[in-house]
């Protein structure tokens, strides 16, 4: 028996999108068939985001053409997506916490009668929506007050209320527990048998031989792969990997060797709760060494715990933290950035904007941030040596700039990046915890500052490298630490791990027996 053809849902046509220099999208073309969950893979940067920004209205400058139910169309805003049936609801939920749920479900919709709102027929049909996603909650209960998951759920029976067509989840999973990413997974099902199709995006690899029909692996803004989850025999999450892997690191990371020494770091039995009380631990039981003179490069996909080791180990986490660290073989207590900076630890977080900067700030005042005692003298700042040491600096790490005193926000990402970099090393730190440090740079920045990493290594600091960019982690690490659901699941040594086995560790895809005690 023959299965009958789907009418696509959505087509998108020779999609081609340009920032700046950086090519996002080029000439993508995808077909999304009614009733299809439709999974979307691929490394950060590999376009993804940006092509569910094109479709959902987000994004409306680009070459090319989109198609729903066959007609052309192009959309000046989400809510003109909206109107055609296109919903995305994305990864950092745009909830209003005070409202209502019935509120939430119906705004700027609210159902009316001779002018007003009819309040009883908004609160039944909140119940109803409420009922037909299992949810154990009343009309009346604030979106602020529901868990992730039920704020989800709310959202997506938001667009089934305004006729969703195609639904676009981005990374549904990351704050859910196991529980709850079934219960997702039951809705899912249930839209896919009503024609609406869902576009899932997720680096939970796993998750699509249990959700998805069909899968889209993309790499530098192309299409490298799509198949069938029924053509792959069981073996979804490897086909995947296949796809997304494949590139030269050897002049993209330059590394270089440096003479490893004494333990800097240590942490031991290491753990972290989760932000959001109710949740299972961040980190749980962590072991990790770091010696000087060695780049660690710890990965780990989103909700993997690996960037909540770095917070937390720079006193940076808003949790209870438990386990023991261990500075130049001593006991310490870290509870703060200040208790961080005293024990010579530097941090480079990955939002460098809104966690490293003050970008209404010149260069010098960023660069001078955290080493104001450094250069204090009864109260009173040194500014001759504070310059000599920012202009030093500047020059060392090829700062672009104008002068110490241009405004920060002026300077490119990779500037930027530098900077925030100068910032701690007038602070003269012994561990440096850098968490994607070239993320929106271009490729010069990136290997300069890997060149700095170089450079802090043989001078014998300890580098922890916590970055989602994989070959970024095979290429300039010493040692490679994977983690999976808060632990740390693999190590290899430079030069032992190939992509596809990290990122099957990373998705989960190995026995439990080799999770690392």
């Known amino acids: 028996m023959t299965t009958p053809v789907r009418a696509p849902a959505a087509k998108v046509i020779g999609v081609d999108k340009r920032f700046g220099g950086a090519h996002a999208l080029r ?41 729903i139910d066959g007609a052309p169309v192009r959309f000046a805003s989400i809510r003109d997506a909206e109107r055609h049936g296109v919903f995305l609801v994305p990864q950092e939920l745009n909830i209003v916490p005070e409202l209502r749920v019935g509120e939430y479900l119906y705004l700027n919709r609210e159902p009316r009668r001779f002018g007003l709102v009819d309040v009883k027929k908004l609160w039944a049909d909140t119940a109803h929506w409420i009922s037909v996603f299992k949810l154990n909650t009343s009309p009346v209960a604030r979106m602020g007050e529901l868990s992730t998951h039920e704020q989800q759920l709310i959202s997506i029976a938001r667009a089934m209320t305004q006729g969703v067509k195609v639904l676009i989840l981005d990374e549904p999973t990351a704050s859910l527990t196991e529980r709850e990413t079934e219960l997702l997974f039951d809705r899912i099902a249930e ?5 609406v199709t869902t576009l899932y995006i997720s680096h939970r690899l796993h998750e699509f031989q249990r959700i998805a029909n069909v899968v889209t692996v993309m790499r530098d803004g192309s299409v490298v792969d799509h198949f069938r989850v ?42 972290a709760a989760h932000s959001i009380p109710g949740r299972p631990p961040a980190v749980r039981g962590v072991d990790l060494t770091v010696k000087a003179g060695e780049v660690v490069g710890l990965f780990g996909l989103l909700g993997s715990g690996a960037f909540t080791v770095a917070r937390s180990v720079f006193g940076a986490h808003d949790a209870q933290v438990d386990g023991t660290m261990r500075i130049k073989g001593k006991p310490v207590r870290v509870r703060t950035p200040r208790d961080a900076i005293g024990h010579g630890v530097a941090y480079l977080p990955a939002e460098r904007k809104r966690d490293g900067l ?55 990402g990779g500037n930027q990046q530098k900077v925030v970099a100068a ?38 600091k300890a580098i922890l490298l916590v970055s989602t960019d994989l070959p970024e982690v095979l290429g300039m690490a010493d040692r490679v630490l994977v983690m999976w659901e808060g632990q740390i699941v693999h190590e290899w040594k430079r030069g032992e791990a190939t992509e596809e086995q990290v990122m099957l560790y990373a998705a989960g895809e190995h026995g439990e027996s080799e999770v690392a005690a």
């Open 27 to 67: 000439g993508v073309s995808m077909t999304f068939e009614a009733g299809d969950v439709h999974a979307i893979a691929g490394e950060n940067g590999a376009g993804k985001s940006t092509l569910m920004k094109v479709l959902s209205g987000v994004i409306g400058e680009y070459d090319g053409f989109l198609e």
């Open 191 to 195: 839209l896919n048998q009503h024609g």
């Open 230 to 271: 029924a053509e792959t025999g069981g073996d979804t999450p490897r086909r995947v990997i296949k796809a997304m892997v494949g590139r030269d690191l050897s002049e993209m990371y330059p590394k270089s060797s440096a003479s490893v020494g004494e333990p800097l770091l240590e942490l031991i039995k290491w753990s």
């Open 358 to 412: 003050i970008v209404g700030h010149s260069i010098e005042a960023n660069m001078a941030l955290a080493a104001l005692t450094k250069f204090s003298r009864g109260g009173f700042i040194n500014r001759r040596s504070e310059l000599q040491s920012i202009r030093r600096y500047t020059t060392n790490l090829r700062v672009k700039c104008t002068s110490a005193e241009q405004p920060i926000r002026e300077l490119s």
């Open 423 to 460: 910032k701690w090393l007038l602070t003269e730190p012994e561990i440096f915890v850098l968490e994607e440090p070239t993320r929106g740079v271009d490729v010069n920045a990136r290997v300069e500052f890997y060149e700095l990493i170089n450079s802090l290594s043989q001078s014998g």
